[in-house]
């Protein structure tokens, strides 16, 4: 049972849990309301649009959950070129995209001197903030990159609970893998920094996700990206595999789009100049209105996909992504008149935390 003063940037984590545990309709319809409210008077209406670029499906970790992992031999894995890349942000520029982001697997392939150059370009020849979410490289390589021009880095924590992130996300042999202290390394060296998790993630208690959104206040992250789990049949999480029966509790969190707009929504709550997307994941799940509903109960950012066929279903985290087999322009069109249907404005500008 939760009352109504309890929802407030400092509410303690059993009150975040018992909002995540929430079912009724008066209570949640508070909870929207709160989210928004905070939105408006927090970053206003505006909606900024991050331009994606899924610039390699290489990677060498064994994540229980993605469909990249290195042990999928089945998949064709692609690196994108300079030259498609630096393509692709003259398009964000084109069509008003604030910020291009580069997404890729943790691709050793891709090597630090060669994307500072990349980097490089794009500063020079747009006007486009520079977004990284490329794995944990080093700090040198963090360094180089911000040296160039990079803005901010998104690194999902995914959960705080211990013991199922290293299960779920198995450390590279004789290396820890710690991305909360990647993240403050980031933040010491410049970055605006971004994290998130996944909702529903098989074996995740309300009382883990009610911690992971008390860290993104902790860590007062710039950026904050939820979505739901969404399972890919052929990785150790999909169905009826012996990792996922192993981590099954009573308690779990359902990878439904109710707990991911509830958990948005204390997010927005406790970290309230956040940029928040309403994220791809979610509108896979929903393709109906998830992204509006998202952007109503706390979220501010969306990230249209920019990245070229063939590459663009062949980065396959999970079955199903929407926008996988639409053109850039679609989901340029698609997406800015969403907003606009719902009372909000296209941002200008970067879109940097305020
Ligand atoms: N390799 C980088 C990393 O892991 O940070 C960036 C790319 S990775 C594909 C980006 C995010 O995709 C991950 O942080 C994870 O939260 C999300 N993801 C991966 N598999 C997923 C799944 N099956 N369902 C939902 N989200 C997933
Ligand atoms: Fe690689 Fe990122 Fe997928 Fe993990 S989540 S397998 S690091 S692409």
Redesign the pocket.
């Known amino acids: 049972m939760v009352k109504e003063s309890m929802l407030s940037q400092q509410m303690s984590i059993e009150h975040i849990e018992a909002w995540l545990r929430e079912t009724r309709n008066d209570k949640l319809s508070l909870l929207w309301q709160t989210a928004d409210k905070v939105r408006k008077d927090n970053v206003a209406d505006a909606v900024h649009l991050r331009g994606l670029v899924e610039i390699s ?1 290489h ?5 229980a ?6 042990p999928r031999k089945e998949i064709q894995r692609y690196r994108m070129t300079a030259d498609e890349i630096i393509t692709c942000a003259h398009q964000a520029a084109q069509w008003k995209y604030g910020t291009l982001v580069m997404q ?3 691709d050793y392939g891709i090597k630090a001197q060669w994307l500072a150059e990349v980097i490089e370009r794009i500063k020079k020849e747009t006007p486009l903030a520079v977004t990284l979410s490329l ?2 490289r080093s700090y040198e390589e963090f360094k180089l990159w911000r040296n160039a021009g990079a803005d901010r880095y998104l690194l999902r924590f ?1 959960t705080t609970d211990k013991n199922l992130y290293n299960y779920i ?1 198995p450390p590279l042999a004789g290396r820890s893998s710690d991305r909360i202290a990647i993240l403050k390394d980031l933040r010491t060296l410049g970055y605006e920094i971004g994290s998130g998790v996944m909702v529903g993630i098989p074996g995740q208690s309300y009382t883990s996700l009610a911690r992971d959104i008390d860290c993104f206040r902790k860590l007062n992250l710039d950026m904050v990206g939820i979505g739901p789990y969404i399972e890919h049949p052929d990785t150790p999480l999909g169905r009826n595999s012996l990792c996922r029966t192993a981590l099954d509790r009573k308690d779990r969190v359902p990878n439904d789009e109710l707990l991911c707009y509830k958990a948005v929504a204390l997010t927005r709550i406790v970290c309230p100049q956040a940029n928040i997307p309403s994220t791809t994941a979610l509108a896979t799940i929903n393709p109906t209105d998830g992204r509006e509903l998202g952007l109503r109960r706390g979220a501010n950012v969306v990230m249209p996909n920019l990245t070229p066929f063939p590459y663009r279903s062949q980065y396959e ?1 999970y079955p199903g992504k929407a926008c996988m087999n639409e053109d850039a322009q679609r989901c340029q069109g698609c997406l800015t008149g969403r907003i606009v249907a719902i009372g909000r404005t296209m941002g200008l500008g970067v879109g940097s935390r305020l």
């Open positions: 499906n990677c060498v970790r064994s994540c959950y993605c469909g990249l992992r290195a890729a697997g943790e794995g944990e995914e996300h985290i």
